[in-house]
Nanobody, 122 residues
């Protein structure tokens, strides 16, 4: 029901824009978030957005570089990633929760996309 896309290989300092498109149901009234998992590490919170799109929260490591947004008419959430570093290399997952606010806890998110790989080269 959630399809993440937009990952790929990018050089350090570059940018990528991830998309997460929902199908089968609407998530316009749901909180949405991005998490990532690097090799050998636990899944980590990246960014979250409330149902209206007027409240966001970011993990400390991406603040000021990443921006989450949503287009409820398109049932899609985006993650704009700028000034990428090798530390940003990971599989990025989008998630939807059965609540309207924002949360950084992966346990609160009910629906998960399949993940898209972002590789940042030095």
């Amino acid at each position: 029901q959630l399809q993440a896309s937009g990952g790929g290989l990018v050089q350090a300092g570059g940018s990528l824009r991830l998309s997460c498109a929902a199908s089968g149901r609407t998530f316009s009234n749901n909180a949405m978030a991005w998490f990532r998992q690097a090799p050998g590490k636990e899944r980590a919170f990246v960014a979250a957005i409330n149902w209206r799109g007027d409240s966001t929260n970011y993990g400390d490591s991406v603040k000021g570089r990443f921006a989450i947004s949503r287009d409820n008419a398109k049932n899609t959430v985006y993650l704009q990633m700028n000034s990428l570093t090798t530390e940003d290399t990971a599989v990025y997952y989008c998630a939807a929760g059965l609540f309207t606010g924002i949360s950084s806890s992966p346990r609160l998110y009910r629906y998960w996309g399949q993940g898209t790989l972002v590789t940042v080269s030095s």
